[in-house]
């Protein structure tokens, strides 16, 4: 598992200057992940992860100087490309969870959150609104994104959606999500949706629930679906 992790991590620019470099950019981010998913929320535990766990460590990392500070995981962790490096653990997290053998039928959960205490109303800082997909039987989040406000959200989900494996997979999202484009690019993808719909959503409620009226909860109708 983590010789792939390392595989894909190998990939990524280093963007410190190569005069100065005392740690491996792979040793970093390999120790950061592992220490993130141990459940590390600072740099400083990251750093105290790593010095606990280096002989572990050292069975497939170098570590030629030892386990970086945590000024050298927040210096370095700052300069990496976001978006890079999202790209390398996300291709490394579908190679670990993908299955040759069976067929496993995946739920995606995607929903947005604000996260508590992120506002600084004297500096005039809004809350960080996060959208994530979340593999339920997984317990992975597989894509996050941020948004300025809880409507952003309709803003990021195709470029959520794009970077997601759908194929077999159901889609699960709230009623702001229910809008046909959203709905036919997960069907394009290979997925399948559950979506919420509320009754303020005018038309396409009162279609829904007529449908159902006449097919499913009436005597005569027939409850196959659409």
């Not at 005392?22 to 600072?42: G, Q």
């Not at 194929?167 to 069907?187: F, K, N, P, Y």
Request: hydrophobic share 45%.
């Amino acid at each position: 598992m983590f010789q792939t992790l390392i595989t894909h991590f190998v990939t990524l620019e280093d963007p410190r200057c190569p005069g100065k470099i005392a740690h491996k950019l792979v040793d970093i981010l390999v120790i950061a992940v592992c220490a993130v998913i141990a459940e590390a929320s600072t740099f400083d535990d990251i750093a105290l992860y790593g010095r606990c766990k280096q002989e572990w460590l050292k069975g497939f990392l170098d570590l030629p100087h030892g386990i970086p500070s945590h000024d050298t995981f927040r210096r370095v962790l700052m300069l990496i490309d976001p978006d890079a490096f999202e790209r390398c653990f996300l291709a490394w997290v579908h190679e670990v969870l993908r299955t040759e053998t069976t067929v496993v039928a995946e739920q995606i959960a995607i929903d947005g959150k604000t996260v508590r205490r992120s506002f600084d109303r004297r500096r005039g800082r809004s809350p960080l609104h996060l959208v994530s997909a979340y593999a339920t039987e997984r317990g992975v989040v597989l894509a996050q994104r941020a948004t300025p406000d809880k409507r952003g959200r309709l803003t990021v989900l195709p470029e959520i959606l794009d970077g997601l494996a759908l194929g077999g997979a159901l889609v699960s999202l709230d009623a702001l999500a229910c809008r046909r484009e959203i709905a036919e690019a997960i069907v394009c993808r290979g997925g399948a949706y559950l979506i919420t719909l509320k009754a303020n959503q005018g038309k396409a409620y009162d279609e829904v629930r007529g449908w159902f009226a006449q097919h499913a909860f009436s005597q005569s109708g027939v409850a196959t679906l659409l």
